[in-house]
Nanobody
């Protein structure tokens, strides 16, 4: 059974930083793509970043490039999202997701498993 559990969300002032973590189990971690998505109230879930398991190639949405960094620890089955220079528009529930293939993708429907989400709130 695949499980994803996020942690690390919270309230931070604009310009601050947070690090999200996602603990995974139940799948071949190194042969999957791990992604982070977010969903703000009244908006669709949107892609934030992803990282490939075998070569750690990363993908980012334009609005977070240069501010967010995705990384993974294949030995510990963990994936992280370091978020710097946070802005109020980054406020959302952040979800960790697993795609059980090494083919990249940014659409939520391409991902097979999801965590429960963690709230990130950035105050101005």
């Amino acid at each position: 059974q695949v499980q994803l559990v996020e942690s690390g969300g919270g309230l931070v002032q604009a310009g601050g930083s947070l690090r999200l973590s996602c603990a995974t189990s139940g799948h071949t971690f190194s042969r999957s793509i791990m992604g982070w998505f977010r969903q703000a109230p009244g908006k669709d879930r949107e892609f934030v970043a992803a990282i490939r398991g075998n070569d750690r190639i990363t993908y980012y949405t334009d609005s977070v490039k240069g501010r967010f960094t995705i990384s993974r620890d294949n030995a510990e089955n963990m994936v992280y999202l370091q978020m710097n220079s946070l802005k109020p528009e980054d406020t959302a529930v952040y979800y960790c997701a697993a795609r059980l293939t090494l083919l990249p993708g940014t659409r939520p429907d391409l991902y097979d498993y999801w965590g429960q989400g963690t709230q990130v709130t950035v105050s101005s």
